[in-house]
């Protein structure tokens, strides 16, 4: 079955077609032939590629999709051979695999097991976070110009949310948030590395940070994207909940495991809540195959290795755009993406970069309306957005 799979003639059809759309009018031919090579390149290299593209392999609108901060080169060869291995294993519930995850995060992390619950895909944690603090005081403080799955469901259910400036190096200002939680706060967000700007707080300052604001209100720390930081795993900070402190860590197999359309995810939380909030969110169980995929590809660090420093090259090209183009952007940025301005609308942005063939997101955030956000894709769907770049904002 596996060997099978391997040589699906439909698999390798469908990835050709989707090649073949790739890139708009003249152009689709060469970049075709670049996206090609690249491919051999990642497989040379050990990479499982037959199943490329990973992102919405059944939407063929013609574009390069650099809207969603996914990982575009792909999941673990190993991840992918262990769910090939199980595809005929689906027959019961996974909760038994959901343990044996939670005690390999519990080994790296340095946590016990009844402080992780696991989901498919962190967007619950977020949302299910949210309810708890509607529960909880209703209060929430955290940046403007960041992720909002918490801060939008916490306001969709009637919290209070205090959004704070970003610093001068648009960055989290933890002085300023801290001097916003009050006694009545319920809880402080912090996306890091940010989502949208990818800057990275100093580690050492926000464990000091957390230290001191959990006395107050319980600190949640969403680390969608931490794996890419340069100084990851300095920057990691599930330390503080081994510690006792009123911490939560948010963190998703999406990002650095390209495993964005599998749903895996999971919190790092006091025991008592992760109970409480675990019974909620667990809604009938976890994905099996996310779990064996994620499983494997936790272990394989070769593999997370060569996509940390991937990902960097794509990102420099992008920043490196930025530059020479004179366009500011948020900098340092430690994540898949960028966050820049364009000088003119947002959506007016995503409209003319369409029109080269390439999706970037079609939002921005409130406070940043001619910036937006350009995600990294392989080798030369990151150089087609740069030849974009410089024809739009030339
Ligand atoms: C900062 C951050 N947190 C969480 C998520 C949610 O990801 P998922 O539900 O795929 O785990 C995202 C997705 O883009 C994100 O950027």
Same mark, same amino acid.
């Given at each position: ?93 996974? $909760? ?17 097991? $009844? ?10 944690? =977020? ?78 300052? =926000? ?46 197999? %999406? ?13 790092? !939380? ?47 090209? !992008?920043?490196?755009?930025?530059? %020479? !183009? ?14 820049? $301005? ?53």
């Amino acid at each position: 079955m596996k060997q099978e799979l391997k040589n699906n003639p439909s698999v390798n059809s469908s990835r050709r077609n989707w090649l073949k759309s790739v890139g708009l009018g003249a152009g689709a031919v060469a970049l075709t032939a670049c996206v090609d090579s690249s491919v051999k390149e990642l497989s040379a290299a050990g990479m499982k590629t037959d199943h490329f593209p990973s992102a919405t392999p059944n939407v063929s609108d013609g574009l390069v999709r650099l809207s969603s901060n996914e990982n575009a080169f792909g999941p673990s060869a190993k991840a992918v051979d262990a769910m090939q291995g199980e595809l005929f294993n689906l027959a019961r519930y996974s $909760d038994a695999t959901v343990d044996v995850l939670k005690s390999k995060i519990a080994a790296q992390e340095g946590v016990s097991e $009844d402080q992780i619950i696991v989901t498919n895909g962190s967007s619950p944690i =977020l949302f299910g976070y949210a309810d708890w603090i509607t529960k909880n005081g209703n209060k929430l403080v955290t940046s403007m110009a960041t992720y909002e799955g918490v801060p939008r469901g916490a306001e969709f259910m009637g919290a209070d949310v205090t959004y704070v400036p970003l610093d001068a190096d648009m960055n989290f200002d933890l002085d300023a948030i801290e001097a916003a939680v009050t006694e009545d706060t319920t809880a402080v967000y912090i996306c890091n590395p940010n989502n949208p700007t990818g800057t990275v707080v100093d580690a050492a300052k =926000l464990t000091a940070f957390a230290k001191r604001v959990s006395k107050k209100a319980q600190v949640f720390i969403d680390e969608a994207y931490i794996e890419m930081s340069d100084a990851y795993p300095a920057n990691v900070q599930s330390k503080l909940v081994a510690e006792g402190h009123d911490v939560v860590i948010c963190r998703t197999f %999406s990002k650095i495991h390209a495993m964005a359309g599998q749903r895996l995810g999971y919190a790092i !939380l006091p025991a008592e809540q992760a109970k409480q909030l675990g019974g909620m969110l667990r809604m009938g169980g976890v994905n099996y195959l996310a779990l064996v995929a994620g499983m494997a590809s936790m272990e394989d660090h070769a593999n997370l290795n060569t996509m940390r420093s991937r990902v960097k090259v794509e990102r420099e090209k !992008l920043t490196a755009a930025a530059e %020479s !183009l004179g366009q500011a952007y948020a900098k340092n940025p430690q994540g898949n993406f960028i966050y820049m $301005d364009t000088g003119m609308p947002h959506d007016e942005f995503a409209k003319l970069m369409k029109a080269q063939g390439i999706k970037v997101v079609g939002r921005t955030w409130p406070g940043y309306d001619t910036w937006s956000r350009i995600s990294v894709g392989i080798p030369e769907e990151t150089d087609a957005c740069v030849k974009a770049l410089k024809t739009v904002l030339a």
